[in-house]
């Protein structure tokens, strides 16, 4: 089993920069493929970006593309998603989530996730 815990969102500029982190607790974190989703108010939740567990294979959602970067250090038990050039609708709960399981990834769903960071762009 896992902890996440978010940190990193706040208040910003359009076109400013953020970055986020989720720390992970205990010792496999490299064993579990990472996510970044997001919930804007009155809206349901969106994938933003993920990374595997074995080659840190990255995809993004359309538009955070050439935007957002999604990373991992394994060695500190963190994902982060750096956020440039944000726009207003940017702005909603940021949330990481994890799962160990292939078939989950292939699904992109997961079974261990954060409470959030609120990130609010303001125009």
């Known amino acids: 089993q896992v902890q996440l815990v978010e940190s990193g969102g706040g208040l910003v500029q359009a076109g400013g920069s953020l970055r986020l982190s989720c720390a992970a607790s205990?010792?496999?974190?490299?064993?579990?493929?990472m996510v970044w989703f997001r919930q804007a108010p009155g809206k349901e939740r969106e994938f933003v970006a993920r990374?595997?567990?074995?080659?840190?294979?990255?995809y993004y959602t359309n538009s955070v593309k050439g935007r957002f970067t999604i990373s991992r250090d394994n060695a500190k038990n963190t994902v982060y998603l750096q956020m440039n050039s944000l726009k207003p609708e940017d702005t909603a709960v940021y949330y990481c989530?994890?799962?160990?399981?292939?078939?989950?990834?292939?699904?992109?769903?997961?079974?261990?996730w954060g409470q959030g960071t609120q990130v609010t762009v303001s125009s």
């Open positions: 205990g010792r496999t974190f490299s064993s579990y493929h």
């Open positions: 989530a994890a799962t160990q399981y292939d078939s989950r990834w292939f699904r992109n769903e997961y079974e261990y």
């Open positions: 990374i595997s567990r074995s080659d840190s294979t990255t």
